[in-house]
């Protein structure tokens, strides 16, 4: 027997960083009398995850914000560029900060928290059932923004991942520069199908995040994150001798231009990774889930349905196939890539263009400073395999999978 549902106006399913966000515009636009429920199986708090992204400062989320850069670096085998990102910054944002202060906005907006995997969720048109684990609590919404990690809707024509480990390193004495972060540094070795590259984010002169990352088909081991690691920190010249790993991040965030379905039925609205959030030929998402955060936020506060705009525009998805298949069939190399967008390009406009928010004209200077012809060949490539994806039944992608967590070296105390 199931009990009788709950109603609510609306319906959180997952409560991680786009949840999150959602909660804390909302109670930041005032919407108060509005039934809110969370079902999640996990209440999201603590350090998880340490969000970095671009933005204008004084913004709301400044008070929460680890650290902030307004240079930053790209370093390729033949140069190191020293970007002034003015008037945009990088900042950093550790998952702590953000789930407390979605704890603060649920106490005041009321809202009733389920701690149980969502099984199922019916939308008849006028109301949406979500039914936790059998004979677990139901709830009945009008409107319901799902979160839960989803396979895209088909398989995508280029199938990547960005797979990463990092390390919090303390040092005793001043080692870091806290005043610029390295964005992207492409010196470590390059896997035969795909992209690496370290980064180093200080958050003051004595603790840092270092990173390395691929964009490449397949996650490695434990041992191959830690000897890649290991093998970056010595490349930026730092003394293992010298340092304490004090905490050990991991993450898979697909990287794909197969299509997440953003509303899969009418009273449904996906969010995040699972709606579309991850920019293909990036992996960042935090910026477009604030944005539709705010967006949602603000439909509901003047009473409007809680649909936002999708997470970049169609022109934005298509160009990044184009690149990742570029990347993918090795017509382009990634530090190449890169290198040029921010080479002939101001910094700014790379950004705002990787955010998905630049004008046609600008995104076509852009493009111009890609090499064409591997461009135009990735372009038809792109354009053949869509036709031929048209006549294929539809049938789901695949899910990403979880992060390889095993580590040789263990985080100290
Ligand atoms: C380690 C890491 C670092 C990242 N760093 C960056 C970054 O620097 N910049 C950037 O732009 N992006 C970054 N990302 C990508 C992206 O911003 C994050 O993955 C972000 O958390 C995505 O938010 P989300 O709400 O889509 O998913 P999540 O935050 O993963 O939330 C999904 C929620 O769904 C819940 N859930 C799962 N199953 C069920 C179920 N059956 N029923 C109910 N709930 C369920 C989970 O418990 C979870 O709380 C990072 C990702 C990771 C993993």
Request: proline share 10%; aromatic share 8%.
């Amino acid at each position: 027997m199931h009990s009788a549902p709950a109603d609510v106006d609306l319906a959180l399913l997952g409560g991680g960083g786009a949840a999150s966000l959602v909660l804390a515009a909302l109670d930041r636009h005032g919407v108060r009398g509005l039934r809110v429920a969370v079902i999640d199986p996990v209440h999201r708090r603590g350090q998880d995850r340490t969000w970095a992204f671009w933005d204008r400062p004084d913004g709301d989320l400044d008070p929460l914000l680890s650290a902030s850069w307004r240079q930053v670096e790209v370093v390729t085998p033949a140069a190191r560029r020293v970007l002034d990102l003015a008037p945009l910054r990088y900042a950093m944002l550790r998952s702590a900060a953000v789930y407390e202060r979605a704890a603060t906005a649920e106490h005041r907006l009321g809202v009733t928290r389920v701690l149980a995997p969502v099984q199922t969720v019916h939308d008849d048109g006028e109301r949406v059932l979500v039914r936790t684990a059998d004979d677990g609590p139901v709830v009945r919404a009008r409107w319901v923004l799902d979160s839960r990690p989803r396979p895209p809707a088909r398989p995508g024509r280029t199938t990547w991942l960005q797979h990463f480990r990092g390390w919090w390193l303390a040092a005793q004495r001043p080692v870091f520069d806290p005043d610029r972060a390295v964005l992207m540094d492409f010196r470590t070795p390059q896997p035969a199908r795909g992209v690496s590259f370290g980064y180093l984010l200080p958050v003051s002169d004595r603790y840092a995040l270092v990173e390395y990352t691929e964009f490449s088909p397949t996650q490695l081991t434990g041992a191959g994150y830690d000897a890649a690691l290991a093998g970056y920190r010595d490349l930026l010249g730092l003394d293992p001798g010298r340092l304490t790993v004090r905490e050990v991040e991991n993450g898979v965030i697909p990287m794909t231009d197969a299509p997440f379905d953003a509303r899969p039925s009418p009273r449904v609205v996906r969010l995040g990774t699972a709606g579309g959030a991850t920019r293909p030929s990036t992996g960042f998402t935090f910026a477009a889930m604030r944005r539709q955060a705010e967006q949602v936020a603000r439909a509901l506060a003047e009473g409007r349905p809680p649909v936002p705009r999708p997470a970049y525009p169609r022109r934005h998805r298509w160009m990044d196939a184009v690149a990742l298949r570029a990347l993918d069939r090795g017509s382009v190399g990634g530090a190449e890539f890169f290198a040029r967008l921010f080479d002939r390009n101001p910094a700014e406009r790379v950004l705002r263009f990787l955010d998905g928010t630049t004008t046609p004209a600008e995104e076509m200077a852009v493009m111009a400073s890609t090499r064409l012809l591997p461009m135009i060949s990735a372009t038809a490539g792109d354009a053949t395999h869509r036709l031929r994806d048209r006549l294929r039944p539809p049938r789901p992608g695949p899910p990403v999978p979880p992060p390889v967590t095993e580590s040789v070296r263990r985080p100290e105390p």
